[in-house]
C-alpha cells in the first residue's frame, strides 16, 4: 500500500512539490537486505516519508533494532520402534502476530508451548520425538505447531491424563487472549524415522528454558517496551538438522546484543552444533523537534482536524538503516491502518489509505513552498 501511495506521487501531474524521489526497498520482512544496501549517494533527498504504519493518525518518529539468530543441532535419524503406538499432536488457531508490535500483548507462541507439553509428557514417560515444526517467519509469533511422538502402549491413559491437564492449564491462561486455540492428538502410523533421543531431550530444554516476549520496558518513553525476544520457531531441516530461530529487538544496542548473548548461552549449554546471528540493524532513535515531524502534524491537523498521536515503536522499521546511510536526512513514518498483520487474517483499512494519501500530497506541497 505504502508503495501504491509513492507511485502515485510520482505519477501525479497535479501534485505541488519539489524534486521528488521513490524508494523501494526489498525483503523488508525478510531481513531488510535491500535497505541494508542503501548507500548514501541513492538517496539524494533532505526528508524521508516512510509510508509505513499499522495505525492511522499516528507518526511514528523511532524504532527498535533487531538481530535474527540461528541455533542449529545435527541430529542422528534413527529406525522407529516398532512396539510404540504413535500420535500426531496439533496446535492450531492461536492468534499469531508481529513480534514487535504486538509482542506485550501477551498471545502465546507455539514454539513455547510445545517445548512445554514435551517437558510435561517427559516427566510422566518414556517417548521418542519424530516431528517437531512450530513456527515460519522470524518476525511473526508463532501460530501453529505439529508434533509426532511415540510412546509404549501402556502409556496412552497416562499420555491421555497429561495432555488434558495440559491444555486445561493454557486455556485458563491463555482464555483473554487465544479464545480459539485448539490442541488436538490423533494416532498416526509409524514414521520411518525419529530424531535420537539425546538430540531431542537437549533441543526440546533448550526451547522450553529460552525467554520469549519482554525482556525491558523503556524507562525513557512511558509504555515502550524497550527489549524483547521472538521465539520464532523450531524446524526440521535438510541434512539431519533441526533449527531454532529467535529475533531480538531493542531500541538500545547493548541491550539487543545482552540479550542476544544471554539466548547464545543457553543453546551453548544444550549443545547447539553451530549458532549464528546475523542479519543485524541499528535502531531508530527518535528526534522529537524534527521539522519535517513539526511539519507532518501540522498537515494532520490541518487536514483532519485532529493533533496526531506521535510515538516510537517496539517494531523495526527501515528508517535505522536508511538514517545510517544519511544521518543528516530527517524522517518520518506513517500510513493507513492495517490490522492483524503477520497473522492471517490480516488486512487493511480502505477509506484511511485516502487519508494518508491526502497527508502525502498536503506534506510535499508545504516543503515546496517552504523552499521558494
Known sequence: MGLAIALAAVIEPSLQCGPLEALATVDEETGLTGASNIEADMLVGDYLLNLDEEEDGVITMGCAGGLVSLF????????????????????????????????????????????????NIGEEMDYVLAKIDAGNLHNAIAHAATLVIGIKPEDKEKLSVVLNTFIA????????????????????????????????????????????????????????????????????RPGNQIVVEMFHRSSLESGKYDLTHRCEAIFRMAGANEIISEGGYQGWEPISDSHLLSVAKDSWEKLFGVRPEVRAIHAGLECG?????????????????????????????????EKAWKQVQNILKVIAEESK
Not at 202 to 229: C, F, K, Q, W
Not at 326 to 337: A, L, N, Q, V
Open 72 to 119: 542449529k543441532f545435527n541430529y542422528k535419524p534413527e529406525p522407529a520402534p516398532k512396539d510404540r503406538t504413535y500420535f500426531e499432536i496439533k496446535f492450531e488457531h492461536l492468534h499469531g502476530g508481529h513480534s514487535g508490535a504486538d509482542i506485550h500483548m501477551g498471545f502465546a507462541t507455539t514454539t513455547k508451548l510445545s517445548s512445554r507439553l514435551l517437558w
Open 169 to 236: 492449564e493454557v486455556k485458563n491462561e491463555y482464555k483473554r487472549t487465544e479464545p480459539k486455540m485448539e490442541i488436538t492428538c490423533n494416532s498416526v502410523d509409524a514414521p520411518e524415522t525419529i530424531i535420537d533421543t539425546d538430540t531431542a531431550r537437549r533441543v526440546v530444554n533448550a526451547v522450553y528454558v529460552a525467554p520469549h516476549g519482554i525482556d525491558a520496558m523503556s524507562m525513557e518513553i512511558p509504555g515502550l517496551v524497550e527489549t524483547s525476544t521472538n521465539l520464532a520457531s523450531v524446524k526440521m
Open 321 to 353: 538503516l536508511f538514517l545510517k546511510a544519511r544521518p543528516d536526512m530527517e524522517m518520518i513514518s506513517f500510513g493507513p491502518t492495517l490490522r492483524d498483520v503477520h497473522s492471517p487474517a490480516e488486512r487493511c483499512h480502505i477509506p484511511a489509505v
